[in-house]
């Protein structure tokens, strides 16, 4: 790798890189300039304990380089960054560095910019919260109080030795404040045996946060002199943790927001189309459960759009268009446009709708259902709309695999039926393997299971695992499909929807440790 020193402003025809702060962990605690500069880069690297679910903010073409995670393989070292970062800089790219917490809280935020600065590159620093900032919100611990500290001291649990000044541990023993301890797991004997040397109070309260702003985020709460005894062995409290030492850790707990949410510290599999996962996801998460998006099957466009186009050119010759799915709505309405065509195409064409988000598919079009049942099933629907179905014509806009209910109900009551495929529904070819492997493990305490399409495909892909989770039903047509499959059914919503799967993940037994 050749780099090129320049002692100059940067050129206007080279790159550039951002050091964002990714926050704690909570990915919507990043800044909205740490979003912006996220959709623009070319290239991100990013360390470990930033939330992955941050880099959805990424274009699609961007490169994504995790920096490596200590004790599971090779870590990038800090020279190899530097050379990395001005490299693809130079080349004309626009690079984040994406650290957790803010770039310049013991993150070597100045080395960094130093190398930046000597090989010529431009460079922006976007704040992040800090997990010093962050901790107290989240664990009930104020790091400031009127009564009890009115400064806050960031500390370092590991050091350089070979820099100038070191800590000097009996200034820190005299803080008139609160002490927040980063790095403090493993190196816990040490800073806790110095400052006890140093005259500070062994009973001392300390509050220990790990993972703040996680799902898995934990808290213990002792005595200074306790703190090594309590984090022994490392492997029941593993870093990254932070420390809270002083009078405010002792105030009595309050009952924090976080930790209380209804489904905290909940696993749950989410195997919706991306698409329609992620508003599913932010539900959950707004709860507190740790949510995985594995998505069972795939979504897109039909192989052959000539039926569709074929059945826009008729629209005039129909009584009824009728949709089964907030995806039907959005395929067919974009191809109609798509063909030079606007909703005046739809002339008297009356429309149904199975619920109400695909009714609210349709307002996204400026159009209104005239019919939608008050259950979300292909029965309901049919059954309303058969009531005057003789004579009458009827354009089904479907997927490429589901129930024939609607058409067989509407023909059986004189209706003349006509289906198009707008929209494929498969399998995806394969899972991700830690996610089968997680399964496998008991590491999901609930499955979400949302169509008979999805059901089978888990079946297919995770097999017996499937016994090592609780699968929660969308309807009693999923659940019946999981059952002919041999899977057991541990809840199933009573309102057809993302939101009544939840709500019956919430009413389970057992379900909500943090309610």
Known sequence: MTLNPKENVPSASAGKVYLVGAGPGDPGLITLRGIECLALADLILYDYLVNPDILDHARQTCELICLGRHGTGRMLKQEEINQRLVADAQSGKLVVRLKSGDPGVFARLAEETSFLDEHGVAWEVVPGITAAMAAGSYAGVPTTHRDHASAVAFVTGQENSDKDETLDYGALAEFPGTLVIYMAVTTAPRWVAALIEAGKDPATPVAIVRRCSFTDQRTIRCLLSEVPERLTPYKKFPPPAIAIVGSVA?????????????????????????????????????????????????????????????????????????????????????????????????????????????????????????????????????????????????LLARASRGREVLAEKLTSAGGEVEQIVVYNSRDVKQVDAAILQRMKQGGFDWTTVTSSAIARSLVKHFGQALMQTKLVSISPITSATLRELGCDVAAEATEYTATGVIDAIVASPGASPGG
């Open 250 to 394: 002792g105030i009595e707990a309050t009952k924090t927001w976080f930790e209380q949410r209804r489904l905290f510290g909940t696993s749950v599999l989410i195997t919706r189309p991306h698409g329609q996962a992620v508003p599913f996801r932010n539900q959950l998460r707004e709860l507190g459960a740790d949510v995985t998006v594995q998505t069972a099957i795939e979504i897109g466009p039909p192989d052959d759009w000539s039926a569709v186009d074929e059945a826009i050119r008729r629209l005039p010759d129909y009584d009824w268009l009728v949709f089964s799915s907030v995806n039907g709505v959005r395929f067919f309405m974009n191809r109609l446009l798509e063909t030079g065509h606007d909703v005046r195409r739809l002339g008297d064409i009356k429309l149904a709708a199975i619920g109400e988000r695909t009714t609210a598919s349709l307002a996204e079009y400026q159009l209104r259902a005239d019919l939608q049942p008050e259950e979300y099933r292909a029965e309901a629907l049919a059954e309303s709309l058969a009531k005057d179905a003789s004579g009458r014509k009827f």
